[in-house]
């Protein structure tokens, strides 16, 4: 009689672990995916290389345009806002998906990609931007899945993270296109930087996918 009196609450308790579990494993799924169409922005850096700086320009503000149309429709409620809301509604935050205007980070990387090929030479906005792309999704899947040592309501493992996979990025630009002396110097302070702004962003009220790319931009201008 007691052992049934304990299977209960036991059972129950089992329960609660494998739903708290299959939820976590969820939420890494959704941010795997949200980290993957983050990545899918390196068109961006490849369209700085090979464009015209002012053809860029034209494509990026077009670009931001279509966003901020999709971003007005997806909160009507309408047929147009639930198709747009099975289609996307996975890549979206849960901040993001209220009727209060909070614009998603789609938003903020086409602004970091038209900002940085409007005030950056060409080299400095391709590394800059890419370096952003990669240091984000890095830093966003380790430091939720190994993230230990909490850095505000971030983690030291996501921003070596970002750090490492930024300079690691530098490095294959270094291999693929003609680069100055310096360039590696110059994209490691940056890499460092950015990972720091990355990391800060929140207590600061700034957007990361903007705030690191002209960061380290900025760096890299000041020292190349």
Same mark, same amino acid.
């Given at each position: 009689?007691?052992?049934?009196?304990?299977?209960?609450?036991?059972?129950?308790?089992?329960?609660?672990?494998?739903?708290?579990?299959?939820?976590?494993?969820?939420?890494?799924?959704?941010?795997?995916?949200?980290?993957?169409?983050?990545?899918?922005?390196?068109?961006?850096?490849?369209?700085?290389?090979? @464009? =015209?700086?002012?053809? %860029?320009?034209?494509?990026? *503000?077009?670009? /931001?345009? $279509? #966003?901020? +149309?999709?971003?007005?429709?997806?909160?009507?409620?309408?047929?147009?806002?639930?198709?747009?809301?099975?289609?996307?509604?996975?890549?979206?935050?849960?901040?993001?998906?209220?009727?209060?205007?909070?614009?998603?980070?789609?938003?903020?990387?086409?602004?970091?990609?038209?900002?940085?090929?409007?005030?950056?030479?060409?080299?400095?906005?391709?590394?800059?931007?890419?370096?952003?792309?990669?240091?984000?999704?890095?830093?966003?899947?380790?430091?939720?899945?190994?993230?230990?040592?909490?850095?505000?309501?971030?983690? @030291? =493992?996501?921003?070596? %993270?970002?750090?490492?996979? *930024?300079?690691? /990025?530098? $490095? #294959?630009? +270094?291999?693929?296109?003609?680069?100055?002396?310096?360039?590696?110097?110059?994209?490691?302070?940056?890499?460092?930087?950015?990972?720091?702004?990355?990391?800060?962003?929140?207590?600061?009220?700034?957007?990361?996918?903007?705030?690191?790319?002209?960061?380290?931009?900025?760096?890299?201008?000041?020292?190349?």
């Amino acid at each position: 009689m007691y052992y049934k009196q304990l299977l209960h609450p036991l059972a129950f308790a089992i329960f609660l672990y494998i739903l708290s579990r299959m939820s976590q494993v969820f939420h890494y799924r959704q941010e795997v995916y949200r980290k993957l169409i983050h990545l899918s922005s390196l068109w961006m850096p490849v369209a700085i290389y090979f @464009l =015209e700086r002012e053809t %860029a320009l034209w494509v990026f *503000a077009a670009c /931001t345009i $279509a #966003v901020l +149309a999709y971003e007005i429709a997806r909160r009507r409620k309408n047929g147009l806002a639930r198709l747009l809301e099975r289609l996307v509604g996975a890549a979206l935050r849960p901040e993001e998906k209220g009727q209060r205007f909070k614009p998603s980070g789609a938003l903020y990387v086409l602004a970091a990609a038209f900002f940085s090929t409007l005030v950056f030479p060409q080299l400095i906005a391709v590394t800059a931007l890419a370096m952003m792309l990669t240091g984000d999704a890095a830093a966003a899947l380790v430091g939720r899945k190994f993230g230990k040592k909490k850095i505000f309501d971030k983690t @030291l =493992e996501g921003a070596l %993270a970002f750090f490492g996979a *930024a300079l690691a /990025t530098a $490095a #294959v630009i +270094a291999e693929l296109a003609p680069v100055g002396e310096g360039y590696m110097l110059a994209a490691t302070a940056a890499a460092v930087v950015a990972a720091q702004v990355e990391l800060v962003s929140k207590q600061l009220r700034l957007d990361d996918n903007l705030s690191a790319a002209l960061a380290a931009g900025g760096v890299m201008l000041f020292l190349m």
